[in-house]
């Protein structure tokens, strides 16, 4: 059911939107979730990665593995991790692209404009109780029937 007539519900469009976004909606869209620890302490599921976040890889051939984030490949929409690498056939070593929904933040950079958002999204998640029945409400639907 479409909610919103601004915004198309069509396949192509939406297609379309995604892989044509500038950089800066596409910082958006890589985001990643965080750690349990992480989310209980900042109240928030999921923020922006960056370089200098270390994670944890949690899918694919490299489940398991952590390390530091060395680049926020956009352009390809993947992250390059620290020692998460392959050798070519010329004996080169090159970064293997990690897609950033695979992987959970374990630690997080902060500065001040980071510690902003975080205080921004978790006033946004703890908004009076959003979605929650109270009490009462509970009693007064029970006394309708």
């Not at 950089?23 to 990665?49: C, D, F, H, N, T």
């Not at 694919?60 to 390390?67: I, P, S």
């Not at 352009?75 to 090159?94: L, P, S």
């Amino acid at each position: 059911m479409k909610y919103s007539a601004r915004v198309s519900s069509s396949r192509r469009k939406s297609r379309k939107a995604h892989f044509t976004a500038p950089s800066s909606v596409r910082r958006k869209l890589m985001s990643a979730p965080l750690s349990a620890e992480l989310r209980q302490k900042y109240g928030v599921r999921a923020v922006p990665i960056r370089k200098d976040d270390e994670v944890q890889v949690v899918r694919g051939t490299y489940k398991q593995r952590e390390g530091k984030v060395v680049q926020v490949y956009r352009r390809k929409w993947v992250i390059h991790i620290e020692r998460i690498t392959r050798e070519k056939v010329n004996g080169a070593t090159v970064n293997v692209g990690i897609d950033p929904s695979k992987v959970i933040i374990t630690k997080l950079k902060l500065d001040k404009d980071r510690k902003a958002l975080l205080e921004r999204k978790k006033g946004a998640s703890t908004e009076k109780g959003k979605g929650k029945f109270t009490e009462e409400e509970v009693q007064a639907m029970q006394d309708v029937d």
